[in-house]
């Protein structure tokens, strides 16, 4: 005999989740409010999710703030390279101008300077300077061939620098006053006042010749007295720094040179008149 077959009943769960749905649908329409559309359900969901949109919202406007902060600093990193390319540039330029200024003062001072004398000169440029060494020499880029001759005196605009012991066609040596074997006619221009001014290789010049009781000052102007048959008369050698009463009948006289041997750049060569030998050796 076939079995009977009996229908199921409904589960108490089934039961339950009926219950909760019409509690829920209940629940639904009696929380709306006057004009309001929205059941609990969804304001609950809106509640939960409503940080959503705002945090969506800020991270988006932060992104957009960090990519134009990050625009607007590589603009002003490259404005700022710019700008300091054109400081860099106007800063070369204005070094050269006034470089040029400089340079034209200076050439215009010794052109000046030039024309007191009245013998041929020109002007030089120095290629190497030597005041360390036991022979204290600058030489010059004029030689033989530019009409410069042993002997040929040099100075700028503060003074006398030495003379030409040596020439090439195109380069000549001078011999500084500061050189242990210098040696040169000088006076004292407040007393004129001759001796000699001999170089010492320290830089300073001493002045020989004096005699104890010749009136001799800390500050008196030492000239060339154009007695040595090299050097024009008046050329400003330097100024006296000492005067004291020396081992002998002369004075110690020490004297700072007027020019700055370690900033020669130009020079004026004096073509000067040469005495002949036979007009120096010559004995009647």
Do not use: C
């Not at 639904?28 to 006057?34: D, E, G, M």
């Not at 009245?118 to 300077?129: K, L, R, W, Y």
Request: no cysteine; charged share 25%.
């Amino acid at each position: 005999m076939a079995a009977e077959v009996i229908p199921r009943r409904p589960t108490l769960l089934f039961i339950v989740v009926l219950s909760l749905l019409f509690v829920l649908m209940s629940l639904s329409s009696r929380t709306r409010y006057i004009g309001d559309t929205r059941t609990l359900f969804e304001r609950t969901v809106m509640t939960l999710f409503s940080p959503v949109p705002k945090a969506v919202n800020w991270a988006g406007g932060s992104a957009e703030d960090m990519y134009h902060g990050y625009l607007d600093m590589r603009r002003a990193v490259n404005e700022n390279l710019e700008l300091r390319r054109k400081v860099a540039s106007l800063t070369t330029e204005n070094v050269k101008l006034r470089q040029t200024d400089s340079d034209l003062r200076r050439l215009r001072n010794l052109l000046q300077y030039s024309e007191q004398f009245n013998m041929q000169t020109s002007m030089a440029h120095t290629i190497m300077i030597d005041t360390s060494g036991r022979f204290k020499a600058v030489i010059i880029d004029r030689g033989s061939g530019d009409g410069v001759e042993v002997n040929d005196a040099i100075v700028n605009a503060n003074g006398l620098i030495g003379r030409v012991i040596l020439t090439t066609n195109d380069l000549a040596k001078v011999q500084l006053v500061t050189d242990n074997n210098s040696a040169i006619g000088a006076l004292i221009e407040r007393t004129r006042r001759q001796g000699v001014v001999r170089g010492d290789g320290t830089g300073i010049v001493e002045m020989h010749d004096i005699p104890t009781l010749a009136d001799v000052k800390p500050g008196d102007r030492i000239l060339t007295a154009g007695i040595d048959g090299i050097y024009p008369k008046g050329i400003p050698i330097g100024n006296v720094i000492k005067a004291e009463q020396g081992p002998n009948l002369f004075k110690h006289i020490e004297v700072r040179p007027s020019v700055d041997f370690g900033t020669i750049e130009e020079v004026i060569v004096i073509h000067t008149r040469k005495i002949p030998t036979e007009v120096v050796r010559y004995a009647p």
